[in-house]
C-alpha cells in the first residue's frame, strides 16, 4: 500500500488541498465565511469557504474539508496525517509505511478491520509518501456506511491494535512488497538517483524504508512514533461527493470531538541538503532487456512562485509526443519513449526526466542527447508555442481532477502534505499567469550540470553553483490566493437499473450503429464517451492479429488533418481524454471532457477512425515501444506466469485469431510488421454494416439532441468492406498441468493458475460461482488473502477470479499472487487448503451474508462510475440487453444459499483441475 507515486505514465502527482493554521492576514484573502444559518455542532467552528468546500476546524485542532457533490450517489472519506517517510529518524526507516498496513489490522471498536471494510462493498487503500500518510474509503452514498467510516477513522485514531503478533506477520507482506518494487529496473534506477541527489535530507530515503530497519523495529518503539503522529492536530479529515452536511458535520463533532488536544509538540524539521557541487552519476546493473537514463535536479518546494514554472518545464521537456525530449530521443530512435516527474513537496523538491530504451539502442548516446537537450535553454529559449501547450495540458489535468470528487478528496492528501489546502487554487492560478519569461529564468537557473544527478562526478576547477533553495514560508505565500467561483452543484442522480433504463435514450444510425444517451448534470459539466467496434469473422480475420492490433494503436497517433502532436494539444485544450485500443476483432474507444467541448471531441474521434495518418515515423515509434515492453516482459515473473498459462489453455490453430500468441511470437510478429498492413486492415475492416458492429454510450451533461444528429453526420454512412460474425469461443477441454519457470536476479516470485469452466453468464450455477469465487478469493475479506497475507505473512497480495461469457457457455477461473520466491511452498500450500476447504466444507451463513452485502454494494458503487456505466450501456447495447439484466442477477445472488454455492463450485472447481505456474528466482 505504498504510494503511487512514482508512476512515471504521468507529468506529478495529484495536485491537492491542505490545511495548516493560518494568520489572520491570510484568512482576509479568503472569501468571507457567512454565518451558519444553525448552530454547528459542539467543538466545530467554521474557518472558511473557498469555491465550493468549506473548511472546519475543531476544539482539538483536527482540520475538516466538506466536498459536497450530489450528482453521484457515492461518497469518499479520507483522513491525512502530516507524517511520512520525512519524519523518519536514523533507525526509523520504513516506521511510516510499516504503520500503514498496522492501521488494517484492527482497533479497540473494529477488531477485524479488514473483514468490515470488505463486508460494506466499500473501496479503500491507505499510501505513504514523503510528507503524508493517507487512508480513504469510497462506497456508494449510504448514512449508515458514512457513519460507520467516521467512527472507524476516528477509532483507529487513537485505537489501533499496534501489537507484537500483527507484526510477525506484517513484516513478511512488507518484505514482499520491498521485493515487488525491486522488480521494476526503471523503479530501482529511479530511487537510487534520488538516493544519491540527497546528501542529508530524508527525501533521499525510499518511503518503504530500509529491510534491516523494517525487520528490526520493536513494537514500543513503533507505538511511540504512531502516538505521537495520529492525533488530531496532525490531521486533516475530507468528505466529498454525496452527504447532509448538517448530519456529517455532527458525526464528525460526536466521534472526533471527543479525541483530546495532545500536549506533544512535534518538532519542524530543518534538515536541509546543502548546494550540489558536481555531476553525481549512479549506475545500476540488473537482469533486464531494457535500459534507462534519468536526470534529475533539484528545485523548489511545491508552495514556492517558481514550482508552476518546474511543473511547465516538466512538459516542455518531457510531454509525449510534443516535448523536446521526445522529438530529440524517441523521433530519432534513440530511446522508445521519455518521461517526467515534477515531485510536488512540502521542503526543496526535484524535476526528473528519463527514457527507456531497448538493448540494441546506445546508453551513452541517449544519454548526450537527454542531458544536452534538458541543459540547452540558454541556447535554445522557451517559446509562447511550448508554454502553451504545457498550460493547456496542466489545465486539463487539474480540472479532471477537480470536476471528480472522488479524486478531489483523495488527492487533496498531496497539497496537505504541501503545508495549506488551497494551494491546489494558487497552483492553478500561478498556472494561468505563467509567462515565457518566468519559465526560462526557472530553466536557466536549475538545470544545470552542476545540480544535476544522472551521470559521474566531474571535478571542475570554477565549478557554476545555483541557489540553495529554501523552505517557504506558506502563509505568506498564500496571501496572493484569490478564491474563484464555487462549481455549480449537479442533480442527485439515482444509479438504480430502473432509473439508468428510464433516463437512458437509445436507438440506431441509418448503418444500424447502436447509440445509448443517458444526459445528467454533473460536476464540472462532465461527459464521458464509451464505444465498442466488431470486426470481421473467423476466416476473414485469419493470419491479420498482428495487423490488427497495429491498426488500432495506429488510430490516435494523428489525422489527416492533425499531426500527433497537433491532435494532443487539441485534446489538451478541449480538456479531453481519448483512447483508443484493441484487438483485430474488438475496437475500443473511451473518451472524457465537458459539455461544451464533446461536439469538438466527437469531431476528433470521427477523423481518428475514418481519416487517420498512418504516419511511417509514428509507426516505427510504436513498433519500439512495444518490442521495449515486450522483450522486457521476458524477464518479468508475473507476464511470463500469465503468459504460460494463457498458452496452455489455448489450443486454436496458429492461424486463427484465437489463437494466443506467446511473448516471443508478438515479438517476432513486431519485427516483421508493415505499415501498409495494418493500414490495409483498417481500410479493410473498419466501418459499420450492421446493427451489431458498433455501440457508443454516453453519460453525462450534453444535449442529447444535437448529438445524435452529429453521429448521423459522423457515421451514419462509414461502411467497412468486410462484414462482421461474432468469434465464437466455445469451451474446450484442457490438461491440468504445472510448471516452473525460472526468473534470474528477481526478488519476487509469481504464481498463476487458471482453468476453463463449462459454464456462461445464462448458465443455473453462474450466480453460485461469481458469489463462491468472492468470498474464496475476490474481496479483501477474502480467504486466500486472510490465509497468505493475514494468517501466515508471506504476500502482499493474492486474489482469484471468475470470468463468464454473455454468449457462450465458457467461464474462466483464476487464482494470482505474489510471493518471495523462498516462500512457493509455503504459498502452494496454502492456497491449495483454502480451495479444498472451501470445496469441502463450504461457507457459512454469516460469511455468506456478508459477502453478499459487500458484493451487491460494490455492484451498486459501480453504476455510479460514470465511466463504468458507460461501458456497461455499451456492452448491453451490443448483447441486446438493458440494466435490468443487472437487477435480475442481484436478485439471483441475494437469494443464494451456502448449500448452491458449494455444490456449483464441486461441479467446476478444483485445485488439481488448474493449470499451475510457478515464476520465480528458485534456487
Same mark, same amino acid.
Given at each position: 500500500?505504498?504510494?503511487?507515486?512514482?508512476?512515471? =505514465?504521468?507529468?506529478?502527482?495529484?495536485?491537492?488541498?491542505?490545511?495548516?493554521?493560518?494568520?489572520?492576514?491570510?484568512?482576509?484573502?479568503?472569501?468571507?465565511?457567512?454565518?451558519?444559518?444553525?448552530?454547528?455542532?459542539?467543538?466545530?467552528?467554521?474557518?472558511?469557504?473557498?469555491?465550493? @468546500?468549506?473548511?472546519?476546524?475543531?476544539?482539538?485542532?483536527?482540520?475538516?474539508?466538506?466536498?459536497?457533490?450530489?450528482?453521484?450517489?457515492?461518497?469518499?472519506?479520507?483522513?491525512?496525517? %502530516?507524517?511520512?517517510? $520525512?519524519?523518519?529518524?536514523?533507525?526509523?526507516?520504513?516506521?511510516?509505511?510499516?504503520?500503514?498496513?498496522?492501521?488494517?489490522?484492527?482497533?479497540?471498536?473494529?477488531?477485524?478491520?479488514?473483514?468490515?471494510?470488505?463486508?460494506?462493498?466499500?473501496?479503500?487503500?491507505?499510501?505513504?509518501?514523503?510528507? %503524508?500518510?493517507?487512508?480513504?474509503?469510497?462506497?456508494?452514498?449510504?448514512?449508515?456506511?458514512?457513519?460507520?467510516?467516521?467512527?472507524?477513522?476516528?477509532?483507529?485514531?487513537?485505537?489501533?491494535?499496534?501489537?507484537?503478533?500483527?507484526?510477525?506477520?506484517?513484516?513478511?507482506?512488507?518484505?514482499?512488497?520491498?521485493?515487488?518494487?525491486?522488480?521494476?529496473?526503471?523503479? =530501482?534506477?529511479?530511487?537510487?538517483?534520488?538516493?544519491?541527489?540527497?546528501?542529508?535530507?530524508?527525501?533521499?530515503?525510499?518511503?518503504?524504508?530500509?529491510?534491516?530497519?523494517?525487520?528490526?523495529?520493536?513494537?514500543?518503539?513503533?507505538?511511540?512514533?504512531?502516538?505521537?503522529?495520529?492525533?488530531?492536530?496532525?490531521?486533516?479529515?475530507?468528505?466529498?461527493?454525496?452527504?447532509?452536511?448538517?448530519?456529517?458535520?455532527?458525526?464528525?463533532?460526536?466521534?472526533?470531538?471527543?479525541?483530546?488536544?495532545?500536549? $506533544?509538540?512535534?518538532?519542524?524539521?530543518?534538515?536541509?541538503?546543502?548546494?550540489? &557541487?558536481?555531476?553525481?552519476?549512479?549506475?545500476?546493473?540488473?537482469?533486464?532487456?531494457?535500459?534507462?537514463?534519468?536526470?534529475?535536479?533539484?528545485?523548489?518546494?511545491?508552495?514556492?512562485?517558481?514550482?508552476?514554472?518546474?511543473?511547465?518545464?516538466?512538459?516542455?521537456?518531457?510531454?509525449?509526443?510534443?516535448?523536446?525530449?521526445?522529438?530529440?530521443?524517441?523521433?530519432?530512435?534513440?530511446?522508445?519513449?521519455?518521461?517526467?516527474?515534477?515531485?510536488?513537496?512540502?521542503?526543496?523538491?526535484?524535476?526528473?526526466?528519463?527514457?527507456?530504451?531497448?538493448?540494441?539502442?546506445?546508453?551513452?548516446?541517449?544519454?548526450?542527447?537527454? /542531458?544536452?537537450? +534538458?541543459?540547452?535553454? &540558454?541556447?535554445?529559449?522557451?517559446?509562447?508555442?511550448?508554454?502553451?501547450?504545457?498550460?493547456?495540458?496542466?489545465?486539463?489535468?487539474?480540472?479532471?481532477?477537480?470536476?471528480?470528487?472522488?479524486?478531489?478528496?483523495?488527492?487533496?492528501?498531496?497539497?496537505?502534505?504541501?503545508?495549506?489546502?488551497?494551494?491546489?487554487?494558487?497552483?492553478?492560478?500561478?498556472?494561468?499567469?505563467?509567462?515565457?519569461?518566468?519559465?526560462?529564468?526557472?530553466?536557466?537557473?536549475?538545470?544545470?550540470?552542476?545540480? $544535476? =544527478?544522472?551521470?559521474?562526478?566531474?571535478?571542475?576547477?570554477?565549478?557554476?553553483?545555483?541557489?540553495?533553495?529554501?523552505?517557504?514560508?506558506?502563509?505568506?505565500? @498564500?496571501?496572493?490566493?484569490?478564491?474563484?467561483?464555487?462549481?455549480?452543484?449537479?442533480? #442527485?442522480?439515482?444509479?438504480?437499473?430502473? #432509473?439508468?433504463?428510464?433516463?437512458?435514450?437509445?436507438?440506431?444510425?441509418?448503418?444500424?450503429?447502436?447509440?445509448?444517451?443517458?444526459?445528467?448534470?454533473?460536476?464540472?459539466?462532465?461527459?464521458?464517451?464509451?464505444?465498442?467496434?466488431?470486426?470481421?469473422?473467423?476466416?476473414?480475420?485469419?493470419?491479420?492479429?498482428?495487423?490488427?492490433?497495429?491498426?488500432?494503436?495506429?488510430?490516435?497517433?494523428?489525422?489527416?488533418?492533425?499531426?500527433?502532436?497537433?491532435?494532443?494539444?487539441?485534446? &489538451?485544450?478541449?480538456?479531453?481524454?481519448?483512447?483508443?485500443?484493441?484487438?483485430?476483432?474488438?475496437?475500443? +474507444?473511451?473518451?472524457?471532457?465537458?459539455?461544451?467541448?464533446?461536439?469538438?471531441?466527437?469531431?476528433?474521434?470521427? &477523423?481518428?477512425?475514418?481519416?487517420?495518418?498512418?504516419?511511417?515515423?509514428?509507426?516505427?515509434?510504436? @513498433?519500439?515501444?512495444?518490442?521495449?515492453? /515486450?522483450?522486457?516482459? %521476458?524477464?518479468?515473473?508475473?507476464?511470463?506466469?500469465?503468459?504460460?498459462?494463457?498458452?496452455?489453455?489455448?489450443?486454436?490453430?496458429?492461424?486463427?485469431?484465437?489463437?494466443?500468441?506467446?511473448?516471443?511470437?508478438?515479438?517476432?510478429?513486431?519485427?516483421?510488421?508493415?505499415?501498409?498492413?495494418?493500414?490495409?486492415?483498417?481500410?479493410?475492416?473498419?466501418?459499420?454494416?450492421?446493427?451489431?458492429?458498433?455501440?457508443?454510450?454516453?453519460?453525462?451533461?450534453?444535449?442529447?439532441?444535437?448529438?445524435?444528429?452529429?453521429?448521423?453526420?459522423?457515421?451514419?454512412?462509414?461502411?467497412?468492406?468486410?462484414?462482421?460474425?461474432?468469434?465464437?469461443?466455445?469451451?474446450?477441454?484442457?490438461?491440468?498441468?504445472?510448471?516452473?519457470?525460472?526468473?534470474?536476479?528477481?526478488?519476487?516470485?509469481?504464481?498463476?493458475?487458471?482453468?476453463?469452466?463449462?459454464?456462461?453468464?445464462?448458465?443455473?450455477?453462474?450466480?453460485?460461482?461469481?458469489?463462491? #469465487?468472492?468470498?474464496?478469493?475476490?474481496?479483501?475479506?477474502?480467504?486466500? /488473502?486472510?490465509? +497468505?497475507?493475514?494468517?501466515?505473512?508471506?504476500?502482499?497480495?493474492?486474489?482469484?477470479?471468475?470470468?463468464?461469457?454473455?454468449?457462450?457457455?465458457?467461464?474462466?477461473?483464476?487464482?494470482?499472487?505474489?510471493?518471495?520466491?523462498?516462500?512457493?511452498?509455503?504459498?502452494?500450500?496454502? @492456497? !491449495?487448503?483454502?480451495?479444498?476447504?472451501?470445496?469441502?466444507?463450504?461457507?457459512?451463513?454469516?460469511?455468506?451474508?456478508?459477502?453478499?452485502?459487500?458484493?451487491?454494494?460494490?455492484?451498486?458503487?459501480?453504476?455510479?462510475?460514470?465511466?463504468?456505466?458507460?461501458?456497461?450501456?455499451?456492452?448491453?447495447?451490443?448483447?441486446? !440487453?438493458?440494466?435490468?439484466?443487472?437487477?435480475?442477477?442481484?436478485?439471483?445472488?441475494?437469494?443464494?444459499?451456502?448449500?448452491?454455492?458449494?455444490?456449483?463450485?464441486?461441479?467446476?472447481?478444483?485445485?488439481?483441475?488448474?493449470?499451475?505456474?510457478?515464476?520465480?528466482?528458485?534456487?
Amino acid at each position: 500500500m505504498k504510494s503511487s507515486r512514482l508512476q512515471l =505514465t504521468t507529468l506529478s502527482l495529484p495536485i491537492a488541498l491542505a490545511c495548516a493554521t493560518m494568520s489572520p492576514a491570510t484568512m482576509a484573502a479568503d472569501q468571507a465565511a457567512p454565518l451558519a444559518k444553525a448552530a454547528l455542532p459542539a467543538g466545530l467552528k467554521l474557518i472558511r469557504q473557498v469555491e465550493g @468546500i468549506d473548511e472546519y476546524q475543531l476544539a482539538n485542532g483536527m482540520r475538516v474539508l466538506l466536498v459536497p457533490d450530489a450528482s453521484k450517489p457515492t461518497t469518499t472519506v479520507n483522513i491525512t496525517y %502530516r507524517v511520512g517517510s $520525512r519524519h523518519e529518524n536514523y533507525g526509523e526507516t520504513g516506521m511510516a509505511h510499516l504503520l500503514e498496513h498496522l492501521m488494517f489490522k484492527g482497533s479497540k471498536a473494529h477488531p477485524r478491520l479488514w473483514e468490515e471494510l470488505s463486508q460494506r462493498g466499500v473501496q479503500f487503500n491507505g499510501t505513504t509518501w514523503l510528507d %503524508r500518510t493517507n487512508y480513504y474509503e469510497t462506497f456508494a452514498a449510504k448514512p449508515e456506511t458514512l457513519a460507520w467510516a467516521l467512527s472507524m477513522e476516528a477509532d483507529r485514531m487513537v485505537n489501533s491494535r499496534i501489537s507484537g503478533e500483527d507484526l510477525k506477520t506484517e513484516f513478511s507482506v512488507v518484505r514482499n512488497e520491498m521485493e515487488k518494487n525491486e522488480n521494476s529496473p526503471v523503479g =530501482t534506477l529511479i530511487q537510487r538517483v534520488i538516493s544519491s541527489a540527497h546528501q542529508w535530507h530524508n527525501y533521499g530515503k525510499d518511503t518503504i524504508g530500509a529491510r534491516t530497519d523494517v525487520e528490526n523495529v520493536n513494537i514500543p518503539h513503533l507505538q511511540a512514533f504512531w502516538r505521537k503522529y495520529y492525533q488530531p492536530d496532525n490531521a486533516t479529515l475530507i468528505v466529498a461527493g454525496a452527504f447532509d452536511a448538517k448530519q456529517t458535520l455532527q458525526l464528525i463533532s460526536t466521534h472526533f470531538g471527543k479525541i483530546p488536544r495532545p500536549k $506533544r509538540q512535534i518538532e519542524t524539521t530543518y534538515t536541509l541538503d546543502p548546494v550540489q &557541487d558536481g555531476e553525481r552519476d549512479v549506475t545500476v546493473r540488473r537482469v533486464g532487456d531494457s535500459q534507462a537514463v534519468v536526470a534529475l535536479y533539484h528545485t523548489v518546494p511545491a508552495a514556492h512562485p517558481d514550482y508552476a514554472a518546474t511543473e511547465a518545464l516538466a512538459l516542455i521537456l518531457g510531454d509525449t509526443p510534443n516535448g523536446r525530449l521526445y522529438k530529440a530521443l524517441v523521433e530519432t530512435k534513440k530511446t522508445t519513449d521519455v518521461f517526467p516527474w515534477a515531485a510536488n513537496l512540502e521542503e526543496p523538491g526535484f524535476l526528473l526526466l528519463g527514457a527507456t530504451m531497448r538493448t540494441e539502442q546506445s546508453v551513452p548516446e541517449a544519454k548526450k542527447i537527454l /542531458l544536452e537537450t +534538458i541543459e540547452s535553454f &540558454d541556447k535554445t529559449p522557451v517559446t509562447e508555442a511550448e508554454l502553451a501547450r504545457a498550460k493547456s495540458k496542466l489545465d486539463s489535468d487539474i480540472a479532471q481532477v477537480f470536476n471528480d470528487p472522488e479524486k478531489l478528496g483523495v488527492s487533496l492528501s498531496e497539497s496537505i502534505a504541501s503545508g495549506d489546502w488551497r494551494l491546489f487554487f494558487l497552483f492553478r492560478d500561478r498556472v494561468k499567469a505563467l509567462k515565457v519569461d518566468e519559465v526560462q529564468r526557472v530553466a536557466t537557473t536549475w538545470l544545470k550540470s552542476t545540480n $544535476r =544527478t544522472s551521470g559521474s562526478f566531474i571535478p571542475s576547477d570554477k565549478p557554476e553553483r545555483v541557489p540553495a533553495p529554501a523552505k517557504v514560508a506558506v502563509d505568506e505565500q @498564500i496571501k496572493e490566493f484569490k478564491p474563484g467561483v464555487a462549481l455549480a452543484q449537479a442533480e #442527485n442522480f439515482a444509479t438504480t437499473p430502473d #432509473n439508468i433504463d428510464k433516463r437512458t435514450q437509445t436507438g440506431a444510425l441509418s448503418n444500424g450503429f447502436k447509440y445509448a444517451l443517458l444526459p445528467k448534470t454533473t460536476r464540472g459539466n462532465t461527459v464521458v464517451l464509451s464505444m465498442m467496434l466488431n470486426l470481421g469473422d473467423e476466416n476473414s480475420l485469419k493470419g491479420k492479429v498482428s495487423a490488427g492490433e497495429l491498426a488500432a494503436a495506429m488510430l490516435n497517433r494523428g489525422t489527416e488533418k492533425l499531426s500527433r502532436q497537433q491532435f494532443t494539444e487539441e485534446l &489538451d485544450k478541449l480538456k479531453a481524454k481519448l483512447q483508443i485500443g484493441g484487438s483485430a476483432a474488438t475496437v475500443y +474507444i473511451n473518451a472524457e471532457t465537458v459539455r461544451d467541448n464533446l461536439p469538438r471531441v466527437l469531431e476528433l474521434l470521427h &477523423d481518428a477512425l475514418r481519416q487517420p495518418a498512418f504516419s511511417e515515423t509514428e509507426f516505427t515509434q510504436l @513498433i519500439n515501444a512495444q518490442l521495449a515492453q /515486450l522483450e522486457e516482459s %521476458r524477464k518479468d515473473p508475473q507476464a511470463i506466469a500469465v503468459d504460460a498459462a494463457r498458452k496452455a489453455l489455448n489450443n486454436w490453430p496458429a492461424d486463427d485469431p484465437r489463437y494466443q500468441r506467446s511473448i516471443d511470437e508478438q515479438i517476432a510478429a513486431l519485427k516483421t510488421a508493415k505499415l501498409a498492413d495494418a493500414k490495409a486492415f483498417w481500410k479493410e475492416f473498419y466501418g459499420v454494416n450492421q446493427a451489431n458492429q458498433a455501440q457508443l454510450s454516453i453519460v453525462g451533461e450534453f444535449d442529447a439532441a444535437a448529438i445524435k444528429t452529429q453521429l448521423q453526420t459522423a457515421f451514419g454512412d462509414w461502411k467497412a468492406q468486410q462484414n462482421f460474425s461474432r468469434l465464437a469461443r466455445p469451451y474446450r477441454a484442457t490438461k491440468a498441468e504445472e510448471k516452473q519457470l525460472i526468473t534470474p536476479d528477481k526478488a519476487n516470485a509469481f504464481f498463476y493458475a487458471s482453468m476453463q469452466v463449462p459454464v456462461g453468464i445464462k448458465h443455473p450455477d453462474y450466480p453460485a460461482l461469481v458469489m463462491g #469465487n468472492y468470498l474464496l478469493g475476490g474481496s479483501f475479506n477474502s480467504r486466500i /488473502l486472510e490465509r +497468505i497475507r493475514q494468517k501466515d505473512g508471506i504476500s502482499y497480495g493474492g486474489s482469484s477470479s471468475f470470468n463468464g461469457s454473455s454468449l457462450d457457455e465458457v467461464a474462466s477461473f483464476s487464482v494470482a499472487a505474489i510471493y518471495a520466491p523462498q516462500n512457493r511452498v509455503k504459498l502452494e500450500t496454502g @492456497i !491449495r487448503e483454502e480451495i479444498s476447504r472451501a470445496l469441502k466444507d463450504g461457507f457459512s451463513a454469516a460469511e455468506l451474508e456478508d459477502g453478499k452485502k459487500s458484493l451487491l454494494q460494490q455492484m451498486q458503487l459501480e453504476r455510479s462510475q460514470d465511466n463504468a456505466l458507460a461501458s456497461t450501456l455499451t456492452t448491453n447495447l451490443y448483447l441486446g !440487453r438493458n440494466m435490468q439484466f443487472d437487477a435480475e442477477m442481484e436478485k439471483k445472488i441475494q437469494g443464494l444459499s451456502v448449500t448452491t454455492i458449494k455444490e456449483a463450485m464441486n461441479r467446476h472447481l478444483g485445485y488439481d483441475k488448474l493449470v499451475r505456474v510457478f515464476a520465480g528466482d528458485f534456487k
